[in-house]
């Protein structure tokens, strides 16, 4: 049940729906009235810029921390603010699963001979999409295998994704190349996609000098499944 509600209407460029409030604990609803509405806000001094999901956005207020609120509605729209509970909260109606695996290097030949000082991966489900971060910290590298690098992901991929790729001590083929995570149509596992000008896309390879002890690999982006 609502504990309190305001409408509020902006309307072209004017100024009816620029407010700065001090909102008390708890979880306020900002309903708009057009489904593609949203609105700038600030938190704390933090600003953020949302669309609403299905016309509705929510901000929940830490009990211990009231915060000021700054926000500037969609123009023509009308958005109704209410405090609400837990069960009205819209962002308690959006399913999602998470959970972790722990990435390794393989190759397609033979795989390399390592130990890890640590590999974990996490994963974010919403609906058909998987948001993903992997860190492989190598501790010893033994031997390099053969093939192209690959390393297995949990889910099959729908469709062709590009991810940001941060790498550490990793000796690469030149400063010139470009460097990204991949993974492919149906794919279960992502490659490390190179680029260079006038040139192709290609896998990297395992070979004699590119991976050594110490060396850290970082992946994260997002996945259609």
Same mark, same amino acid.
């Given at each position: 049940?609502?504990?309190?509600?305001?409408?509020?209407?902006?309307?072209?460029?004017?100024?009816?729906?620029?407010?700065?409030?001090k909102?008390?604990?708890?979880?306020?609803? =900002?309903?708009?009235?057009?489904?593609?509405?949203?609105?700038?806000?600030?938190?704390?001094?933090?600003?953020?810029? =949302?669309?609403?999901?299905?016309?509705?956005?929510?901000?929940?207020? @830490? #009990?211990?921390?009231?915060?000021?609120?700054?926000?500037? %509605?969609?123009?023509?729209?009308?958005?109704?603010?209410?405090?609400?509970?837990?069960?009205? /909260?819209? =962002?308690?109606?959006?399913?999602?699963?998470?959970?972790?695996?722990?990435p390794?290097?393989?190759?397609?030949?033979?795989?390399?001979?390592?130990?890890?000082?640590?590999?974990?991966?996490y994963?974010?489900?919403?609906? /058909?999409?998987?948001?993903?971060?992997?860190? %492989?910290?190598? @501790?010893?590298?033994?031997?390099?295998?053969s093939?192209?690098?690959?390393?297995?992901?949990p889910?099959? #991929?729908?469709g /062709?994704?590009?991810?940001?790729?941060?790498?550490?001590?990793?000796?690469?083929?030149? #400063?010139?190349?470009?460097?990204?995570?991949?993974i492919?149509?149906?794919?279960?596992f992502?490659?490390?996609?190179?680029?260079?000008?006038?040139? #192709?896309?290609? @896998?990297?390879?395992?070979?004699?000098? %590119?991976?050594?002890?110490?060396? %850290?690999?970082v =992946?994260?982006?997002?996945?259609?499944?």
């Amino acid at each position: 049940m609502a504990v309190a509600t305001e409408v509020i209407r902006r309307s072209g460029s004017t100024l009816a729906g620029l407010f700065t409030k001090k909102l008390p604990a708890g979880i306020w609803q =900002f309903t708009f009235d057009e489904v593609g509405k949203g609105m700038k806000y600030a938190v704390n001094g933090r600003r953020y810029e =949302f669309m609403a999901i299905n016309g509705v956005m929510g901000i929940t207020i @830490d #009990a211990t921390n009231e915060k000021q609120l700054w926000y500037v %509605i969609s123009d023509d729209c009308t958005v109704q603010i209410e405090e609400v509970g837990q069960a009205a /909260n819209p =962002f308690s109606s959006i399913a999602h699963e998470t959970g972790l695996w722990t990435p390794e290097l393989t190759g397609t030949v033979s795989n390399p001979t390592y130990t890890v000082s640590s590999a974990v991966g996490y994963w974010t489900k919403i609906s /058909n999409l998987v948001h993903y971060h992997l860190t %492989i910290a190598i @501790d010893t590298w033994s031997a390099d295998g053969s093939g192209t690098l690959r390393i297995p992901f949990p889910f099959t #991929a729908n469709g /062709n994704a590009v991810g940001s790729l941060m790498l550490s001590g990793v000796n690469l083929a030149s #400063a010139n190349y470009n460097y990204a995570p991949y993974i492919g149509d149906t794919a279960e596992f992502f490659t490390i996609r190179q680029y260079s000008d006038n040139a #192709a896309w290609g @896998d990297l390879q395992l070979g004699v000098g %590119i991976f050594s002890s110490s060396d %850290i690999l970082v =992946f994260t982006g997002t996945v259609r499944i």
